[in-house]
């Protein structure tokens, strides 16, 4: 992936060096048409194309700002309320992630979000356990968990 991104760069630098103009606009050009190029000759060539994952990542971070903003409004709807009505729990969240960094960076992503911290991890690394400030269901969190940042990963990993 970061040769592809580096023979992009220089594809972009060649682009501007030929059109005889050094702006911000010709190097864009030159590197948009790079990633068609790219696009075109994965089927030539074994490589994953790189713009893929690219993506996948900008996916990854409006996913999270999404349930930022979700459980932000959550809490605070908690926080304010009169009567406090919450029910805390531990959720036990077997992992389909392979990778340290993965599980890792799962965790890292569920702690970042208010009303839920990871507490701890299972013993060969594949279980998390997640703290939470209010838990309707259990299943249905896991599910949106596996379905949101779990599977958003995977695509950013592979």
Do not use: C
Not at 16 to 35: A, P, V
Not at 81 to 106: A, C, Q
Request: proline share 2%.
């Amino acid at each position: 992936m970061a040769f592809q991104i580096i023979l992009n760069i220089i594809l972009a630098v060649i682009w501007m060096l030929l059109h005889d103009r050094i702006t911000l606009l010709d190097f864009f050009i030159g590197y948009s048409l790079g990633i068609i190029l790219f696009f075109i000759m994965r089927r030539f060539l074994r490589f994953d194309f790189y713009f893929t994952r690219v993506i996948a990542i900008i996916y990854l971070i409006l996913i999270f700002i999404k349930e930022l903003i979700i459980t932000n409004i959550d809490v605070a709807k908690i926080v304010l309320s009169k009567d406090m009505n919450i029910n805390p729990g531990i959720i036990v969240y077997p992992t389909d992630l392979k990778r340290d960094w993965e599980v890792v960076f799962l965790a890292s992503i569920i702690s970042l979000t208010p009303g839920t911290i990871t507490m701890a991890f299972s013993d060969d690394g594949r279980t998390i356990y997640i703290h939470s400030l209010h838990i309707e269901d259990k299943e249905e969190a896991i599910n949106r968990l596996r379905h949101t940042f779990e599977k958003t990963i995977m695509e950013v990993s592979h």
